[in-house]
C-alpha cells in the first residue's frame, strides 16, 4: 500500500493507494467489474493537514460519480506542484466545494482542472483567498462546470502569476454570480485569458477594485461568447497594457 502525503505529514485516507491513486480503494462489483465502490463517501483532510504539497491528490478522484462531499475545513496553503490538479474532474455527484480557511495559493497547476465537467456542482467557496501566486493555479479549474451558479473569491486581492485564472470558468453556462469585489492586481501574462469565456447567463461583472491589469494577454478572451452580458465595469483602473 502506498502513503499520501500532505505537505511533509504521512496521511492516511479512505483506503488510500498510490497506484490506482489517491484517496479511494477500488473494489469488486457483482458483475466481477473492478473500480470505485458504488456507495456514496465523502472526502475529508485529517484536521492536522494545512497544506497540500506537491502531487499529493494529483488525480485522485477522476469519474468518480459516488464521491458527493469534500471537507478541506483545515487548509490555509496549497504550496505543491499539482497539488489538486484534476482531483475531482468529472465527480458527477458534487454539489459543492468549499476551501474556507484557504488564504495562499502558490502552487504551480495546484487547481488546474481540479473540478472541470463536474455535471452537478453549483457553488464553489473560496471567501478566504487573498494571494493567487501559483502558475497555472486554477487553469480550467471549473470548466463545464455546467450548474455552476455561484463563485466567492470575495477576498482575493492578488493574480501574480501567468495564466493563474486562464479558463477557469470556461463554459460555466448556468454561472450568475462571481465575487471578485476585492481584487486590486491582475499583473501577469494572460492571468484572466479566457477566465469567463462562454459563461452565457453572465448578465454583468465588476471588479470594483482592480486598478492594474499590467500582465501581457492578461484579460484576453476573458468574455468571449458571454452572449448576456450586458454590464462590465472596471472603475478603479489605472494601469493596463
Not at 32 to 38: F, N, S, T, V
Not at 61 to 80: A, E, H, K
Not at 213 to 239: D, H, I, M, Q, W
Request: proline share 3%; hydrophobic share 40%.
Amino acid at each position: 500500500m502506498g502513503k499520501l502525503y500532505i505537505g511533509t505529514q504521512e496521511v492516511t485516507p479512505f483506503f488510500y493507494d498510490k497506484e490506482e491513486s489517491a484517496g479511494i480503494t477500488r473494489e469488486v462489483d457483482a458483475n466481477g467489474k473492478y473500480g470505485y465502490p458504488a456507495q456514496n463517501f465523502s472526502f475529508s483532510l485529517p484536521s492536522s493537514a494545512t497544506d497540500i504539497g506537491s502531487f499529493a491528490l494529483d488525480a485522485s478522484f477522476p469519474n468518480c460519480t459516488s464521491l458527493t462531499s469534500i471537507d478541506f475545513s483545515s487548509l490555509t496553503t496549497v504550496s505543491g506542484l499539482q497539488a489538486l490538479y484534476g482531483a475531482f474532474s468529472a465527480c458527477h455527484a458534487l454539489t459543492s466545494a468549499s476551501f474556507p480557511s484557504l488564504t495562499v495559493v502558490s502552487g504551480d497547476t495546484a487547481f488546474s482542472v481540479a473540478f472541470s465537467s463536474c455535471a452537478s456542482l453549483a457553488s464553489v467557496d473560496f471567501s478566504a483567498l487573498t494571494t493567487v501566486s501559483g502558475s497555472q493555479a486554477f487553469y480550467n479549474a471549473f470548466r463545464n462546470c455546467h450548474s455552476l451558479t455561484s463563485a466567492d473569491f470575495s477576498s482575493l486581492t492578488t493574480l501574480s502569476s501567468s495564466n493563474a485564472l486562464s479558463g477557469a470558468f470556461q463554459g460555466c453556462t448556468s454561472l450568475t454570480s462571481i465575487d471578485f469585489s476585492s481584487l486590486t492586481t491582475a499583473s501577469a501574462q494572460s492571468v484572466l485569458n479566457g477566465a469567463f469565456q462562454g459563461c452565457t447567463s453572465l448578465t454583468s461583472m465588476s471588479f470594483p477594485a482592480l486598478a492594474d491589469v499590467s500582465g501581457k494577454y492578461a484579460l484576453s478572451r476573458a468574455f468571449e461568447n458571454c452572449s448576456s452580458l450586458t454590464s462590465l465595469s472596471f472603475p478603479a483602473l489605472t494601469t493596463s497594457s
